[in-house]
């Protein structure tokens, strides 16, 4: 079982709708989580991060985390072209000094 | 502007030579890495240093050799032993790798093509 885990994609959502990216983690110890977003050719940049239970709103984009379902979640609300993009999770895991990434999940809105 | 500086942009090299990548930060940060990105994947760690003169393998480490003689540079060697060494490599850093505020600041990647 990998580490971190995502739903590759591509996800094709519509202009103005929620899309709705997620992430399960294997590691019950793990503490950090970070939402990353990476245009093409270009280096990821963070988007969202939250440690503890329950959601976290930051503009259009809200982080939501369940630790005894060991799932993450990103919602991007008003979703605009460019919101095209690779969202990687990451996650800090228990006793480790580093992030593991997920592979990422292929998002495309469509005008 | 503080933030993370990889040389070059682009490199090519031909199979069997050692090549160096530059990795430069001046955010003051104590925590430097390495990842490498092949298309369509996520990010793999290759090394990371916590502190100067102390650097650990990350989960791909064979084929690669880092230093940390200096708090701001993190220079990364892809050694002929490096199997498949055409990728994206990004260098990142971190403020506070112990805290909860572990956050990553990558800088613009270096991506390295062997023939």
């Known amino acids: 079982q990998k580490e971190v885990e995502q739903n590759s994609g591509p996800l094709s959502v519509p202009e103005g709708a929620i899309a709705s990216l997620n992430c399960t983690y294997s590691?019950?110890?793990?503490?950090?989580f970070f939402w990353y977003r990476q245009y093409s050719g270009k280096s990821p940049e963070l988007i969202m991060f939250?440690?503890?239970?329950g959601d976290k709103e930051d503009g259009r984009f809200t982080a939501q985390l369940n630790k005894a379902s060991q799932y993450v979640s990103l919602l991007i609300r008003d979703s605009q072209p460019s919101d095209s993009a690779t969202y990687l999770c990451a996650v800090s895991l228990r006793g480790a000094q580093k992030l593991v990434f997920g592979q990422g999940t292929r998002l495309t809105i469509n005008p | 502007d503080g933030g993370i500086t990889q040389s070059p942009k682009y490199l090519f090299r031909k199979e069997g030579q050692n090549v160096t990548l530059s990795c430069e930060q001046n955010l003051n940060h104590d925590a430097m890495y390495w990842y490498r990105q092949d298309p369509g994947q996520g990010l793999r760690l290759i090394y990371y240093?916590?502190?100067?003169?102390?650097?650990q393998k990350g989960d791909i480490a064979e084929g690669y050799s880092v230093s940390r003689e200096k708090k701001e540079s993190f220079p990364l060697t892809v050694t002929s032993a490096q199997k498949n060494p055409t990728a994206f490599y990004l260098c990142?850093?971190?403020?506070?790798?112990?805290?909860?505020?572990?956050?990553?600041?990558f800088g613009n990647g270096t991506r390295l093509t062997v023939t």
């Open positions: 240093s916590q502190i100067v003169n102390d650097f």
């Open positions: 990142a850093s971190s403020m506070d790798d112990r805290g909860l505020s572990f956050a990553l600041h």
């Open positions: 590691d019950r110890g793990s503490q950090s």
């Open positions: 939250i440690y503890s239970n």
